[in-house]
């Protein structure tokens, strides 16, 4: 004698299938695009993804293009972030070693905050470098940031040479952005 399952019976069925396709794909978009950090794996440098965002003050906008011929050290970060506060002085510091010559730049991209929080770090913090907002969250995502904050060293033809997931340090500078300066130089 055949059983069938009852209407109630199947329809729970089908709302666990239902489920468990939506936390799958749910999963698979919360994964970051690790592209470039697979390019740096295998030796390659891989094309920094290009932009155009508005300046983080309102005055206008500013591209990747704008820095091509510098090495960028392209931080993202936001002013809630406590990791990107303790950064941030190194990074100023570093700004002004590398811009002397003309051959290099911070930019920060500040994402997911309010502007005048940001505007406040900024003040707070005596940053001169130029900074962008990423307020659409349409720049970030082609990077791969997952979390905040995240460093890209992008040498002086719009390639990726050196990524740090997580707050920068003196050694990250030394060893990652150093050399990238004095390629070419």
């Given amino acids: 004698m055949k059983r069938s399952l009852s209407p109630f019976a199947v329809a729970a069925l089908i709302g666990v299938l239902a ?3 939506l936390l799958a794909y749910g999963l698979v978009q919360s994964n970051p695009d ?4 697979e390019a740096l794996g ?3 440098r891989a094309q920094a993804p290009a932009f155009e965002l508005q300046k983080l003050d309102g005055g206008g906008s500013g591209s990747l293009e704008d820095y091509r ?4 050290v392209l931080n993202f970060w936001g002013s809630w972030c406590p990791p990107c506060r303790a ?3 190194l990074l100023q510091r570093w700004h002004e070693r590398i811009s002397k010559n003309g051959g290099g730049t911070l930019l920060g991209v500040d994402a997911l905050d309010v502007t005048s929080d940001a505007l406040d770090f900024v003040r ?3 940053l001169t470098y130029p900074m962008l907002k990423d307020s659409d ?3 970030y995502p082609d990077y791969g940031v997952a979390s905040f904050p995240e460093t890209f060293v992008i040498d002086r033809d719009g390639r990726v040479a050196a990524i740090k997931r997580g707050p920068v340090d003196e050694e990250f500078m030394r060893e990652e952005v150093l050399p990238v300066l004095e390629e070419g130089a």
């Fill in 19 to 21: 489920l468990v396709g």
């Fill in 124 to 126: 707070d913090y005596g």
């Fill in 87 to 89: 950064e941030s002085p």
């Fill in 69 to 72: 011929g510098k090495v960028v």
């Fill in 137 to 139: 969250e349409q720049v």
């Fill in 34 to 37: 690790r592209g470039i950090d």
């Fill in 42 to 44: 295998r030796g390659e």
